[in-house]
């Protein structure tokens, strides 16, 4: 384990109060945890914001499976980035729609790329990447 530091801040009171509340609506047990967890999300959108950095993600989409070749047309994409894609998971939501999760990781920029190809495809009613990270650099 790494060596810890500690470090002190000034900060309004009334912020304060309102982070205290919002940290223990959210469960933590101290500030510090609070505290990193925050500067390590910092950190993963400045990884993402390099688009040469290995990332990993999910791209979530809902979709009526009824709509003519959508189904193949998402398979599709999914084959011709076979690389990138890690998972899929398939739910069948009711007798209409789907809920797909693909796990995708890679480049930022071709992880994005590859998000904005699915969920751009017509007939997807829904779609959203979220981003995260391999992990490798954060404690």
């Not at 959210?26 to 990884?47: C, P, T, W």
């Not at 797909?100 to 959203?128: M, N, W």
Request: some cysteine; proline content about 0%; aromatic content about 4%.
């Amino acid at each position: 384990m790494s060596e810890l530091s500690r470090f002190g801040i000034s900060i309004d009171d009334r912020l304060l109060k309102r982070f205290d509340e919002l940290i223990a609506r959210k469960g933590y047990g101290n500030r510090s945890e609070a505290i990193r967890d925050l500067i390590r999300g910092a950190l993963v959108e400045d990884q993402w914001a390099r688009e040469d950095e290995q990332t990993v993600g999910t791209v979530t989409l809902v979709y009526d499976h009824h709509t003519r070749d959508l189904a193949d047309k998402l398979t599709e994409h999914q084959h011709s980035h076979h690389e990138a894609i890690i998972s899929a998971l398939h739910v069948h939501l009711d007798a209409h729609h789907c809920l797909e999760v693909v796990v995708v990781k890679g480049k930022a920029r071709e992880v994005r790329k590859l998000a904005d190809e699915l969920i751009g495809t017509k007939g997807v009613k829904h779609g959203k990447l979220v981003t995260s990270t391999t992990g490798t650099d954060l404690t």
